[in-house]
């Protein structure tokens, strides 16, 4: 069956770094892109970026390039999702989430995280 | 930048009832490479229609999806009480960045 397990709830101060997690169970890590998308409060889904775990490629949506880094462990089958330096308008729950077919980027998004939610706020 | 416009925003109904839901793009999406997703609340996303009009493991048969180019619709036949939640539409013919709608939420009348 597969899954992915997200890290727990976070809260923040505005200006500190946090790394969030996704760990991958049931299928090969490495066929598959895992994307993250942003969830504000009361608000639409927005994709963020996606990284492919077999040779880290990474894509970025114009709006998130320079404030995230996505980045991956394959020895774990986890991704990561990081700041360096939150602000209170990164309070949102974040999913990751996985594209249906092996080896492509874009595609239709099968398998979800429960989703982390991250407050900042001083 | 593909734009997704869903409409209408709200939309209310009674279980029983039919359910049609909008989702119009700025420009042609590739390969009608359009997906529907559900979300109830406190939930994820759950993945309905892909490619248009294909329906994604689980999902009743009751969910059909339709259109090309840049006009795209989700139908549901008759609505059950558990299908009172928010709908978007996703292109990812077009990438980086793939781009959701702005969502309909369908509540019970």
């Known amino acids: 069956e597969v899954q992915l397990v997200q890290s727990g709830a976070e809260v923040k101060k505005p200006g500190e770094s946090l790394k969030i997690s996704c760990m991958a169970s049931?299928?090969?890590?490495?066929?598959?892109?895992i994307g993250w998308v942003r969830q504000m409060p009361g608000k639409g889904l927005e994709w963020m970026g996606i990284?492919?775990?077999?040779?880290?490629?990474?894509r970025y949506s114009p709006s998130f390039q320079g404030q995230v880094i996505i980045s991956v462990d394959k020895s774990i089958s986890t991704a990561y999702l990081q700041w360096s330096s939150l602000k209170a308008s990164d309070t949102a729950m974040y999913y990751c989430?996985?594209?249906?077919?092996?080896?492509?980027?874009?595609?239709?998004?099968?398998?979800w995280g429960q989703g982390t939610m991250v407050t900042v706020s001083s | 930048e593909i734009v997704l416009t869903q409409s209408p925003g709200t939309l209310s109904l009674s279980p029983g009832e039919r359910a049609t839901l909008s989702c119009r793009a700025s420009?042609?999406?590739?390969?009608?490479?359009l997906a529907w997703y559900q979300q109830r609340p406190g939930q994820a996303p759950r993945l309905l229609i892909y490619?248009?009009?294909s329906r994604a493991t689980g999902t009743p048969d009751r969910f059909s999806g339709s259109g090309s180019g840049t006009d795209f619709t989700l139908t549901i036949s008759r609505l059950e009480p558990e299908d009172f939640a928010v709908y978007y539409c996703?292109?990812?013919?077009?990438?980086?960045?793939?781009?959701f709608g702005q969502g309909t939420r369908l509540e019970i009348k």
């Open positions: 989430a996985r594209p249906s077919r092996s080896w492509y980027r874009d595609d239709a998004f099968d398998f």
């Open positions: 420009q042609s999406v590739s390969s009608n490479y």
């Open positions: 049931g299928y090969i890590f490495t066929t598959h892109w």
């Open positions: 996703q292109q990812y013919g077009d990438s980086p960045p793939i781009t």
């Open positions: 490619g248009a009009s």
């Open positions: 990284i492919y775990p077999g040779d880290s490629d990474t």
